[in-house]
């Protein structure tokens, strides 16, 4: 079945810097990946749609220069979260849709930041 | 925009007894209703899914059942297992085309009592 790669798993970084986190398509292209937030006990949230060659849709309340999304392949997309501070310390999940109209969707394994 | 609301968020159930998980939905076009299984520290995973052409499906001990006019939708699992204790998220969307993703419930935590 279709599987999404997620690294790392979990990253440590002082507040003020910055961590890129990668999200993989292993046996499909992805068009379309979505980027989700989610705290301790509560759903996924929605961050943004990242689409192949285009730039990122983000969703209302989530600042573009803060969460920076590439999605230069049909393979890959990127999150990075710039300077980062504490409060942005969550488990930050990506997902990736087969195909334009799927909306079957494999999601990768999360990866937990803390940000010190 | 869409709104889901899942309930209870906490369910704790004795082993071998039957898990019942309900949402309803707002957006009368969403025509896609999947489930998923998050265990602590992991990504969520699709365990079942329907669409809104049908008004049941079953997979062994899972089942989900939609009622289009009341806008809600289930999931049932019967004979549980110590297993099946995880986060389960209930999500919404509209297919064919677009951009757009899911809209999920905010998750119900099942204990299976042994």
């Known amino acids: 079945g279709a599987v999404v790669s997620q690294h790392p798993s979990w990253v440590i970084c002082k507040s003020g810097t910055s961590v890129k986190i990668e999200c993989r398509s292993l046996?499909?292209?992805?068009?379309?990946m979505f980027w989700y937030r989610q705290f301790p006990k509560q759903s996924l949230m929605l961050m943004a749609t990242?689409?192949?060659?285009?730039?990122?849709?983000?969703e209302q309340g989530v600042e573009k220069d803060k969460f920076l999304i590439n999605h230069a392949s049909l393979t890959l997309s990127t999150l990075t979260v710039t300077s980062a501070h504490p409060e942005d310390s969550s488990f930050y999940i990506c997902?990736?849709?087969?195909?334009?109209?799927?909306?079957?969707?494999?999601f990768g394994a999360g990866s937990r930041l803390t940000v010190l | 925009g869409e709104n889901v609301e899942q309930h209870p968020s906490t369910l704790s159930v004795q082993e071998g007894d039957s898990a019942v998980i309900k949402c309803t939905y707002s957006?009368?076009?969403?025509?896609?209703f999947p489930w998923y299984k998050q265990e602590l520290g992991k990504g969520p995973q699709l365990i079942i899914d329907?669409?809104?052409?049908?008004g049941e499906k079953k997979d062994q001990r899972i089942a989900v059942t939609l009622n289009k006019t009341a806008k809600h939708f289930s999931l049932h699992i019967t004979e549980t297992q110590p297993e099946d204790s995880a986060v389960y998220f209930c999500?919404?969307?509209?297919?064919?085309?677009?951009?757009?993703?899911?809209?999920f419930g905010k998750g119900t935590h099942l204990i299976i009592q042994p």
């Open positions: 990242s689409n192949e060659g285009s730039k990122a849709t983000y």
């Open positions: 997902s990736a849709r087969q195909g334009f109209g799927a909306n079957v969707l494999t």
């Open positions: 329907i669409r809104s052409n049908v």
């Open positions: 046996d499909f292209q992805a068009t379309t």
């Open positions: 957006d009368s076009a969403s025509n896609y």
């Open positions: 999500a919404a969307s509209r297919s064919g085309g677009g951009a757009d993703g899911l809209t």
